[in-house]
C-alpha cells in the first residue's frame, strides 16, 4: 500500500493520541539509562538557525554533546561541519555514521542514540517531525512556527499530549518566554502594574530577506526548499514563520489566544519569481475572548519603518517590549524600565532551562503553547488571503493542507499569489 505524506499525518495523529493514554511516564527510565545524565543532541536541519541552536545547546550544561546530524540536502552538512568541530571542540562527537542526508534523514537520525533533539528544518515538516521524535521518545527543542495549516496543528496539539504522558520535554523556539526582560515585566504585570489589560499592539516590520535564485540544475523541488521562506507549504508565509514570536508575547501576556480575526494583506514590492507565491505586508485585528483587540502589523519591504516589538495597554499603564533592541518599560502608576544589562541571552537560556528541566525529571512541555501561537498566526493569513473574518474553529479544523503529496525532487507547482475576495476559505 502506498502511503502519501498527507495520510501518514492523519494516521499518525490517531496512532499518537492512542499511545499518549497507553504509554506510561518514561522520563528518566528513558532519557538516562544506567543513570548516567548526558544528553545527546541529534540536530536535524542545518541551517544557520539549526547550527546555532546546537552550539546553544551544548553550550547549556556540562556532559552535553552532539552526536548526530541530518538534512537533506549533503552539501549544505558539508558546508556546517568545520563551523560545528570548531564551534564546539570536545564536545563535537558525531561519527561518520552519524551523518544522514535525504528526506528520511530524519529517521535515521532518530534510530541513533540520540535523546535531546533539535528540530531546524522548514516549519511545513515539524509536524511530522515533532510526531517522529516523540514517538520514538526523545525530547525535543522545536523551531517556531510548528506548522503551517490547521492540519499540522491538530497533530501538534495531540502530541503535546503524548509528550506529556511519555515525560518528554519540549520546549520551543519562542525564545522570548526565557528572556529576562520579557520574565520580569509579566511578573509586574501580572501583580498589576498596569491594571487590567484592555488592548494590545504588535509588530515585526523590517525589509527584505535573503532569496535563492534558481540554477538550471535545481528542480522546483530543491529550488522551493533551498528559497523556503518564500512558499506556504514550507514557511507558512512571513506571518507565520516570523511575526510568530509577537503574536505569541499577546498570548502569553493576555493569557489566551485569539477567537477572531479581520485583516488586510497583500504582494507590493516582492513580485519577482525569486518571492515565490507568499505577500510581503499583513495588518490584522485579532479579537480575544474577553472582547480585548490587538492590532498586528508585519511587512518585509525595504525603505520601511522597522519596528519589532509588542505594546499592552492596560487601565493604569502601558507595556512596551523588545527583545531585539532589549527595551522594556512600563510607563504609568508603576513606572519601571529594565537596564541592558540585566537582560540575558535567550537563545542558550532556552536550552538551560530545557536541560535542567529534563534532569530534574519535570521536563517543560511548551508545544501546546507554540502551537496555540502558531495557529492565531495562521488565523490571521487565512483572513489575510481571503478577505474574510476567520475564527479560531474555523482555521482550526480547515480543510488545508499545505504539504504536497509526494516529497521528492521533480516538480512542485508553484500556487497562485492570494486574492482578498476571490480566494476561498477552506
Not at 519591504?301 to 533592541?325: C, D, M, Y
Amino acid at each position: 500500500m502506498t502511503v502519501s505524506r498527507r495520510d501518514a499525518l492523519k494516521l499518525g495523529a490517531a496512532a499518537g493520541a492512542v499511545a499518549a493514554l497507553a504509554t506510561p511516564s518514561l522520563a528518566h527510565p528513558a532519557v538516562f539509562p544506567g543513570g548516567s545524565d548526558e544528553l545527546r543532541v541529534g540536530l536535524i536541519g542545518c541551517g544557520g538557525r539549526g547550527v546555532g541552536a546546537a552550539e546553544n545547546a551544548c553550550n547549556a550544561g556540562p556532559n552535553i554533546k552532539l552526536v548526530a546530524i541530518a538534512d537533506v540536502f549533503q552539501d549544505r552538512i558539508d558546508q556546517r561541519l568545520a563551523h560545528l568541530k570548531r564551534g564546539l571542540g570536545d564536545k563535537f562527537a558525531v561519527a561518520g555514521d552519524h551523518i544522514f542526508s535525504g528526506f528520511d534523514a530524519y529517521e535515521k537520525l532518530l534510530k541513533t542514540d540520540c535523546n535531546y533533539v533539535i528540530l531546524a528544518t522548514p516549519p511545513g515538516f515539524r509536524p511530522m517531525h515533532l510526531q517522529a521524535c516523540i514517538q520514538a521518545g526523545k525530547n525535543v527543542f522545536t523551531e517556531k512556527p510548528v506548522a503551517v495549516d490547521g492540519a499540522g496543528i491538530r497533530l501538534c496539539l495531540d502530541l503535546a499530549k503524548e509528550a506529556k504522558a511519555r515525560g518528554l520535554g519540549v520546549v520551543a523556539g519562542t525564545q522570548r518566554r526565557h528572556q529576562t526582560g520579557y520574565l520580569r515585566a509579566l511578573e509586574r504585570i501580572r501583580a498589576g502594574a498596569i491594571g487590567d489589560i484592555v488592548a494590545a499592539r504588535c509588530y515585526w516590520n523590517q525589509g527584505h530577506l535573503w532569496h535563492v535564485d534558481r540554477t538550471e540544475k535545481m528542480t522546483d523541488m530543491e529550488w522551493q526548499l533551498r528559497n523556503w521562506l518564500y512558499f506556504v507549504w514550507l514557511s507558512g508565509d512571513h506571518i507565520v514563520e516570523q511575526h510568530v514570536h509577537n503574536i505569541d508575547v499577546v498570548n502569553w501576556f493576555v493569557g489566551a489566544h485569539p477567537s477572531r480575526a479581520v485583516a488586510l494583506g497583500g504582494r507590493q514590492t516582492r513580485v519577482e519569481p525569486h518571492y515565490g507565491h507568499i505577500f510581503d505586508h499583513f495588518a490584522v485585528d485579532f479579537e480575544y475572548p474577553s472582547g480585548m483587540h490587538c492590532m498586528s502589523m508585519c511587512r518585509q519591504i525595504n525603505g520601511t519603518e522597522g519596528n519589532v516589538s509588542e505594546v499592552l495597554v492596560g487601565t493604569k499603564g502601558t507595556a512596551r517590549l523588545s527583545g531585539v533592541s532589549r527595551q522594556y518599560a512600563i510607563k504609568g502608576e508603576s513606572e519601571w524600565t529594565l537596564p541592558r544589562r540585566e537582560d540575558n541571552d535567550p537563545y542558550l537560556e532556552e536550552h538551560v532551562d530545557l536541560v535542567k528541566s529534563i534532569r530534574s525529571g519535570q521536563p517543560l512541555n511548551e508545544l501546546q503553547a507554540v502551537a496555540e501561537a502558531t495557529l492565531s498566526a495562521i488565523m490571521g493569513r487565512m483572513a489575510a488571503y481571503t478577505g474574510k473574518a476567520v475564527t479560531w474553529e474555523q482555521a482550526l479544523n480547515s480543510k488545508e493542507n499545505w504539504m504536497p503529496d509526494k516529497l521528492a525532487f521533480g516538480s512542485v507547482p508553484v500556487p497562485p499569489v492570494a486574492m482578498p475576495g476571490k480566494t476561498e476559505l477552506i
